[in-house]
């Protein structure tokens, strides 16, 4: 059957219905705010504005070229994006670290328990915590401690870059871009960049990777383990995204941000027996959970929680008018959404002390108490219900099936289904390293991460995906793009027809969909483990493969933490919006080439989604020739 996809065009349509609501309620929208904000200060642009000292601000132009301290357009451009990898690193690290408490705080009888394991066991053996006769939650603990450790231990480097193939460990020593502790590197990128420090611009971008790879191999893939190791490690799951997944006759909840130890709660409270009673004595059918950017990911990864959509849909969820609540933790939250939200019934409902937004309602999460917690944030929202403007509801018919949960461990587990265990050991990458070998499928690649009103949104996320598959090159896809794949239908099993012959074939033996689904943005860490098997597998340096990463609609810090350690690992990365350095020749010189000499990786920009397909593809064949594959 052929897969019937959401176009960007009925997309569109749907978005502007809904911006419709939006006037009608006098409600402003990004849209509104975009337009405002039309013309961009092209020094901001071009990353050559500095403000880190009260002699400025300065910014460089050809009669000012240089700051009022000396420093030039190079070296502003280079601190600022240094910067940005730092806060990038900072969000994703700091969300670990919560994960990290959690696990420590995790009992027998608590609200955290450990789900998975043993991948705590395994996790345990890797970083030489005993586990002989020992209680399931001392070890638990101990492995939390020295996750933490992880953070701020004086000496030595990340313990997950033993994880890393041969050729990686060797270079990231050699140029001396090995991450020591996570904050550390943060905080080093912070003084090195403050007034009087580093200059160069090269030494700036090495500081840049070498934070990125803390984010990597540090922070976000504590975040992804420890979660996984709490909360389970998600298996295929069948679900379904788009605004379609709200309902008309329940109270509707929407959770927004990152924070699983938040998510995973509310799921729970929101199955309690004692609250769905409640909403039905409140004339409810029952209780529709749905979920915004990361958080959605999280969820639907391990629940198959339905997802809402994207970043730049989540004023749309509340323009639906069918919101009783939309509770959000911290990250890619706009403030907005409070003075949204109260054109609206919606309750805009903060819950944590590091992303408090004025007008919202602040009821903090408290994870000593986690599960009363969070009963008591979804009775809030049960509350609401009885006051939806009925005349206000508009629900758009529209959603896709999607299958989530394709963890490294799933992927394998799939795999396993080809692997011919006379011959071969069961549990490995093999199957996907034949293909690749074979040219069955040409390649690989990550698409990750967010929206952003600079581009059609949604659009070149989708174009590129359907490029890439219809040319044999397989897909993983993370964060707001695993979203958009899923609103398109990309997600499905069934798309595995919009794929050619190799992949479709692959699709079928395998049983998946073209585009797998590996999570939230700190799963970014999941595609860089599965592509260090690979290579592992196949006794070679990351460089050499056949594999990229894409982030076609990035927007935030994050996405620039996550691209710095993407090629970092050695993986080319290609961008659909520009980083703000193009003021300084230098940097893009930089990371479009020069930084290929450092880590074999570098940076490509190109926002037309067909000709950066093409490129990418290119960069696939060429690889392939590379190696003689
Ligand atoms: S650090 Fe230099 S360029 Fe930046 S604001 Fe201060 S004086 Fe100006
Ligand atoms: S992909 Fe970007 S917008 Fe989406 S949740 Fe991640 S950082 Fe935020």
Same mark, same amino acid.
């Not at 996570?182 to 580093?198: L, W, Y």
């Not at 893009?588 to 190109?606: Q, S, W």
């Given at each position: 059957?052929?897969?019937?996809?959401?176009?960007?065009?009925?997309?569109?349509?749907?978005?502007?219905?809904?911006?419709?609501? =939006? $006037?009608?309620?006098?409600? *402003? #929208? &990004?849209?509104?705010? !975009?337009? %405002?904000?039309?013309?961009?200060?092209?020094?901001?642009?071009?990353?050559?504005?500095?403000?880190?000292?009260?002699?400025?601000?300065?910014?460089?132009?050809?009669?000012?070229?240089?700051?009022?301290?000396?420093?030039?357009?190079?070296?502003?451009?280079?601190?600022?994006?240094?910067?940005?990898?730092?806060?990038?690193?900072?969000?994703?690290?700091?969300?670990?670290?919560?994960?990290?408490?959690?696990?420590?705080?995790?009992?027998?009888?608590?609200?955290?328990?450990?789900?998975?394991?043993?991948?705590?066991?395994?996790?345990?053996?890797?970083?030489?915590?005993?586990?002989?006769?020992?209680?399931?939650?001392?070890?638990?603990?101990?492995?939390?401690?020295?996750?933490?450790?992880?953070?701020?231990?004086?000496?030595?480097?990340?313990?997950?870059?033993?994880? =890393? $193939?041969?050729?990686?460990? *060797? #270079? &990231?020593?050699?140029? !001396?871009? %090995?991450?020591?502790?996570?904050?550390?590197?943060?905080?080093?990128?912070?003084?090195?960049?403050?007034?009087?420090?580093?200059?160069?611009?090269?030494?700036?971008?090495?500081?840049?990777?070498?934070?990125?790879?803390?984010?990597?191999?540090?922070?976000?893939?504590?975040?992804?383990?420890?979660?996984?190791?709490?909360?389970?490690?998600?298996?295929?799951?069948?679900?379904?995204?788009?605004?379609?997944?709200?309902?008309?006759?329940?109270?509707?909840?929407?959770?927004?941000?990152?924070?699983?130890?938040?998510?995973?709660?509310?799921?729970?409270?929101?199955?309690?027996?004692?609250?769905?009673?409640?909403?039905?004595?409140?004339?409810?059918?029952?209780?529709?959970?749905?979920?915004?950017?990361?958080?959605?990911?999280?969820?639907?990864?391990?629940?198959?929680?339905?997802?809402?959509?994207?970043?730049?849909?989540?004023?749309?969820?509340?323009?639906?008018?069918?919101?009783?609540?939309?509770?959000?933790?911290?990250?890619?939250?706009?403030?907005?959404?409070?003075?949204?939200?109260?054109?609206?019934?919606?309750?805009?409902?903060?819950?944590?002390?590091?992303?408090?937004?004025?007008?919202?309602?602040?009821?903090?999460?408290?994870?000593?108490?986690?599960?009363?917690?969070?009963?008591?944030?979804?009775?809030?929202?049960?509350?609401?219900?009885?006051?939806?403007?009925?005349?206000?509801?508009?629900?758009?018919?529209?959603?896709?099936?999607?299958?989530?949960?394709?963890?490294?461990?799933?992927?394998?587990?799939?795999?396993?289904?080809?692997?011919?265990?006379?011959?071969?050991?069961?549990?490995?990458?093999?199957?996907?390293?034949?293909?690749?070998?074979?040219?069955?499928?040409?390649?690989?690649?990550?698409?990750?991460?967010?929206?952003?009103?600079?581009?059609?949104?949604?659009?070149?996320?989708?174009?590129?995906?359907?490029?890439?598959?219809?040319?044999?090159?397989?897909?993983?896809?993370?964060?707001?793009?695993?979203?958009?794949?899923?609103?398109?239908?990309?997600?499905?099993?069934?798309?595995?027809?919009?794929?050619?012959?190799?992949?479709?074939?692959?699709?079928?033996?395998?049983?998946?969909?073209?585009?797998?689904?590996?999570?939230?943005?700190?799963?970014?860490?999941?595609?860089?483990?599965?592509?260090?098997?690979?290579?592992?597998?196949?006794?070679?340096?990351?460089?050499?493969?056949?594999?990229?990463?894409?982030?076609?609609?990035?927007?935030?810090?994050?996405?620039?933490?996550?691209?710095?350690?993407?090629?970092?690992?050695?993986?080319?990365?290609?961008?659909?919006?520009?980083?703000?350095?193009?003021?300084?020749?230098?940097?893009?010189?930089?990371?479009?080439?020069?930084?290929?000499?450092?880590?074999?990786?570098?940076?490509?920009?190109?926002?037309?989604?067909?000709?950066?397909?093409?490129?990418?593809?290119?960069?696939?064949?060429?690889?392939?020739?590379?190696?003689?594959?």
């Amino acid at each position: 059957m052929e897969k019937t996809l959401l176009s960007i065009e009925q997309m569109e349509e749907i978005n502007s219905l809904l911006k419709q609501k =939006a $006037v009608e309620a006098g409600a *402003e #929208t &990004w849209q509104d705010r !975009k337009e %405002a904000q039309k013309v961009s200060c092209k020094f901001g642009e071009e990353g050559v504005c500095c403000r880190i000292c009260s002699m400025g601000p300065c910014r460089i132009t050809p009669k000012a070229p240089r700051g009022i301290c000396g420093a030039n357009a190079d070296t502003i451009a280079a601190r600022n994006f240094a910067r940005m990898v730092a806060a990038g690193a900072a969000a994703h690290s700091d969300h670990a670290r919560d994960i990290a408490h959690v696990l420590h705080m995790s009992s027998e009888n608590g609200s955290y328990k450990v789900k998975d394991k043993d991948k705590l066991y395994k996790l345990a053996g890797e970083w030489g915590v005993s586990t002989e006769g020992k209680d399931l939650y001392d070890v638990a603990h101990e492995v939390a401690e020295v996750a933490l450790m992880e953070f701020g231990k004086p000496f030595g480097t990340l313990r997950f870059l033993d994880r =890393a $193939v041969d050729g990686r460990k *060797e #270079t &990231w020593e050699k140029e !001396k871009v %090995a991450p020591r502790a996570i904050d550390r590197e943060i905080a080093t990128i912070m003084h090195s960049t403050h007034i009087g420090c580093t200059a160069e611009a090269e030494s700036l971008v090495r500081m840049g990777i070498r934070t990125g790879l803390s984010d990597g191999w540090g922070g976000s893939m504590i975040g992804t383990e420890l979660t996984d190791i709490l909360f389970g490690t998600p298996t295929p799951t069948q679900t379904e995204s788009n605004l379609g997944v709200l309902e008309e006759d329940m109270v509707n909840i929407v959770l927004h941000g990152h924070d699983p130890s938040l998510s995973e709660m509310i799921v729970l409270a929101s199955e309690d027996a004692e609250l769905v009673a409640y909403a039905k004595e409140k004339g409810a059918k029952g209780i529709n959970l749905a979920g915004l950017c990361c958080t959605a990911n999280e969820v639907t990864m391990r629940h198959g929680v339905k997802m809402a959509g994207n970043f730049l849909q989540q004023e749309n969820a509340v323009l639906t008018g069918a919101v009783e609540a939309v509770i959000v933790d911290v990250q890619c939250i706009f403030p907005a959404m409070a003075a949204l939200a109260d054109c609206f019934h919606t309750k805009f409902i903060t819950t944590s002390p590091k992303a408090k937004i004025p007008g919202a309602t602040h009821i903090e999460f408290d994870e000593h108490h986690a599960f009363d917690s969070a009963k008591g944030i979804v009775k809030e929202a049960i509350d609401n219900y009885a006051n939806r403007d009925r005349a206000k509801v508009y629900i758009p018919d529209s959603k896709q099936t999607a299958m989530a949960g394709y963890s490294i461990e799933a992927i394998i587990k799939q795999l396993d289904l080809v692997t011919n265990s006379h011959v071969d050991k069961t549990g490995t990458v093999k199957p996907l390293a034949d293909c690749i070998v074979s040219g069955v499928l040409r390649g690989a690649v990550g698409i990750v991460g967010c929206n952003n009103p600079k581009v059609r949104p949604d659009y070149s996320h989708i174009e590129i995906i359907k490029n890439m598959i219809a040319n044999d090159v397989i897909v993983v896809a993370t964060g707001c793009a695993a979203q958009a794949a899923a609103k398109a239908g990309l997600l499905d099993k069934e798309a595995r027809n919009l794929a050619g012959q190799g992949l479709r074939t692959v699709c079928e033996l395998v049983d998946i969909p073209p585009v797998l689904h590996m999570g939230s943005c700190v799963d970014i860490s999941r595609i860089i483990l599965l592509v260090n098997a690979v290579a592992k597998h196949l006794n070679m340096d990351i460089p050499k493969l056949p594999v990229v990463g894409i982030a076609p609609e990035w927007m935030s810090e994050k996405a620039v933490a996550i691209g710095n350690y993407v090629i970092g690992s050695g993986i080319d990365t290609f961008l659909g919006v520009y980083p703000q350095v193009t003021g300084s020749a230098e940097m893009v010189d930089l990371l479009t080439n020069r930084v290929e000499d450092i880590v074999g990786a570098k940076f490509t920009v190109e926002m037309d989604p067909a000709k950066l397909s093409e490129q990418v593809l290119e960069r696939i064949e060429a690889k392939r020739t590379a190696l003689g594959i």
